[in-house]
Nanobody
Framework: VQLQASGGGLVQTGDSLRLSCAAS????????MGWFRQAPGKEREFVAT???????VYADSVKGRFTISRDNAKNTVYLQMNSLRPEDTAVYYC?????????????????WGQGTQVTVSS
């Protein structure tokens, strides 16, 4: 299984970014997909998840600003990030789990991508 995350970059406060995660080697349509992030000196934290059935769950810190979506035809999950803040600065990781339910727990995911850096300047 491979998860290839992309779309990170350096932006200013209030800007938007869209992260993509292309998956291969798993039954994508039934897989639960998630985004996590890790800022320097901090533990990895949950950002958003989408189940195989399209149910979404968000961290309170991003609710209303971030949107997770999936395109099963392209085996890709997206994270649309709007109204970015300096505290959103982190390496963002996508993750996949063979069980299709949406879960916020990182230990429940079977596969992880390599991460993409998002930096939001004030």
């Amino acid at each position: 299984v491979q998860l290839q995350a992309s779309g990170g970059g350096l932006v200013q406060t209030g800007d938007s970014l869209r992260l993509s995660c292309a998956a291969s080697g798993l039954t994508f349509g039934s897989a639960g997909m998630g985004w996590f992030r890790q800022a320097p000196g901090k533990e990895r934290e949950f950002v958003a998840t989408v189940s195989g059935g399209g149910v979404t769950v968000y961290a309170d810190s991003v609710k209303g600003r971030f949107t997770i979506s999936r395109d099963n035809a392209k085996n890709t999950v997206y994270l649309q990030m709007n109204s970015l803040r300096p505290e959103d600065t982190a390496v963002y990781y996508c993750a996949a789990r063979n069980r299709g339910s949406a879960t916020t727990s990182g230990i429940s995911y079977d596969y992880w991508g390599q991460g993409t850096q998002v930096t939001v300047s004030s």
